[in-house]
């Protein structure tokens, strides 16, 4: 029973699937953002010129003489990205008009209304108003369904977050109707809506855990994700941070700039951070700590899993091959190819895989790709199939994958970075029928109404009290079970009771943080969070390996 949950728990949409590899494909130094001129390759040019004139030739064939009309440029497209998976799972072709969401996910703010936003049932759902945004101006409000967007219907059509996107964002200084249906009002509502620039974070909170404990989570590396971090640390600091957990499970990567100097506030003196081999030296470079860090100083734990890819991976090897931190978790995705971006005539973009990644020790975060493109895409289903989620992977730890740290320890490569400490994926209270009141977003549901009905009385309690106070009661669960009925959810009383402590939290995380944000959300989520809990026990050992006391 728990391997068929957590097989549907670990189901994506194909662009769910895709997102970490568009992310990933982002990691861009600056030396190579100038470097997208197309050059001759010396090693073949007759062979390069001679393929050349063949695929021109039969192109030219099948738009002059092939029986049906034939749409070439989408032709061409698919024979680019079919050529290129033979290569490796990395580099890719993005047509022009994917490139601005592939690069949407990187950027340090946006143009749009500033709402956070959910599809459910074939509505559009507001989450929250982004604070500060036109959205909360305008008076839009949690719970808020959008019916139409400049009186175009976008409800009951089959929408997806890219047509959202495609409707909602747009230049500063454009406005944007919407029609509104709010619960507890008979008549839609209209409101005219100016664009604006709307920050992202990508440090989703930070926090004391105790007096002397912080905890900065950072979900990917865009484009302030340093600015942020450090700022971050600096206000930690100032509360008494003596230890820390930094939070990279999920993160799929993003700016390996930011990566690096994100590592370099915890690595002490001119150590090696990364480096790449290329083709030749063309590419070869060695990046090395260089200013003085913040946190160079006491007990650091990093949290990874099999989500966390590229740059994350970039952080943990560094900190692991310095003696830096202790990693915690699972292991790591490993995504370790540099992709140089190369912008094409007609607005689309190729990105060419043109080095390695190896951590400090020479392990290639790069896992293997040898049985094709599906395969490799399928590894994280894989690692659950072969128990990989709650055994490390014996076949990896051999001598002919082991490595050495600045202080000999040993360390194992064979793609990812291995965690110091595992810790098994926790599916002791995961069920089908929680399972389901996710994928019918019932809790997110539940929880938005009775943020709404209680929003006065919530809004006075400082969250402290609400943490050790705010309960979910037993009429709460049983408002959700009727909820789910009305759903479609079929109630399952087995599979409640072994889910229902994890359900009393998610209800109370998701209440906390319609009140308080992300600051009121994972405090609570992190009292059912086995790795977190786990991560906790550890900073003795953290504290040694700081210390160099290993």
């Known amino acids: 029973m728990e391997k068929e ?108 209304i500033g709402i956070e936003f959910n599809i459910f049932k074939d509505t559009i759902y507001v989450i929250t108003p982004l604070s500060g945004g036109p959205s909360e101006a305008a008076g839009i409000q949690a719970g808020d369904k959008i019916i139409k967007v400049n009186q175009e219907n976008v409800a009951g059509i089959g929408i997806n977050n890219e047509g959202v996107f495609k409707r909602l964002r747009g230049r500063k200084g454009t406005q944007v109707n919407l029609t509104i249906l709010r619960k507890a009002l008979k008549k839609p509502l209209n409101f005219t809506i100016e664009r604006s620039k ?14 002397k404990t912080g905890y900065i989570k950072v979900s990917r590396f865009s484009a ?54 290329g083709k030749g030296n063309k590419y070869d470079s060695k990046t090395f700590a260089e200013r003085r860090g913040i946190f160079e100083n006491g007990p650091l734990i990093v949290l990874l899993d099999e989500g966390s890819a590229s740059a994350s991976e970039i952080v943990a090897g560094a900190l692991q091959d310095n ?5 915690v978790g699972r292991r790591s995705f490993g995504k370790g190819l540099v992709q140089m971006p190369i912008p094409l005539n007609d607005g689309s973009e190729l990105r060419l895989t043109i080095s390695r990644y190896y951590t400090p020790s020479g392990r290639s975060i790069q896992k293997p790709y040898t049985h094709g493109a599906e395969d490799y895409q399928m590894d994280i289903l894989n690692r659950f199939e072969n128990g990989e989620y709650f055994h490390p992977d014996s076949s990896l730890f051999v001598d002919s994958l082991k ?28 069920s ?31 969250f402290e009290k609400f ?19 009305a759903s479609g959810v079929e109630y399952n ?58």
């Open 5 to 112: 949950d957590e097989r549907d728990k670990i189901r994506n949409s194909p662009f769910q699937i895709k997102l970490p590899f568009i992310i990933g494909m982002a990691l861009v130094i600056g030396v190579l953002l100038g470097a997208t001129t197309f050059s001759p390759s010396p090693n073949n040019p007759q062979g390069t010129a001679k393929s050349y004139l063949k695929f021109r030739d039969i192109l030219s064939y099948i738009d002059r003489d092939y029986v049906d009309t034939v749409d070439i440029e989408e032709l061409t497209d698919f024979a680019i990205t079919e050529m290129l998976e033979k290569l490796d799972p990395h580099t890719a072709y993005i047509p022009a008009d994917e490139l601005a969401m592939a690069r949407s996910y990187l950027e340090g703010d946006f143009e749009g």
């Open 198 to 211: 709307i920050p992202t974070y990508s440090v989703d909170v930070s926090y004391m855990v105790d007096k």
């Open 224 to 277: 302030n994700t340093y600015e942020e971090f450090k700022e971050a640390l600096v206000s930690l600091k100032g509360k008494g941070l003596e230890q820390l957990i930094l939070d990279l499970r999920g993160n799929p990567g993003g700016y390996m700039d930011h990566a690096i100097r994100m590592a370099d506030e915890f690595i002490s003196g001119d150590k090696l951070i990364v480096y790449t081999d």
């Open 323 to 327: 003696d830096r931190a202790l990693i």
């Open 403 to 430: 490595y050495k740290t600045l202080k000999g320890r040993a360390v194992y490569g064979g793609g990812g970075i291995m965690p110091d400490v595992f810790v098994p994926r926790d599916t002791t209270e995961l």
């Open 432 to 462: 089908e029928y929680l399972s389901q009141l996710y994928n019918k977003n019932i809790i997110r549901e539940y929880t938005l109404s009775y943020y709404q009905k209680h929003k006065k009385e919530l809004e006075k309690m400082p």
């Open 467 to 485: 943490q050790k106070s705010f309960e979910v009661t037993e009429n709460m669960l049983q408002e959700v079970v009727k909820m789910a009925r």
């Open 493 to 550: 009383d087995a599979q409640f009771k072994r889910s229902k402590n994890l359900l009393r939290n998610n209800l109370k995380a998701f209440i906390g943080r319609s009140v308080y944000g992300n600051a009121g959300f994972f405090p609570v989520l992190h009292e059912s969070d086995e790795e977190f809990q786990q991560a906790l026990k550890y900073f003795s050992r953290a504290g040694k390996l700081a210390a160099g006391n290993m």
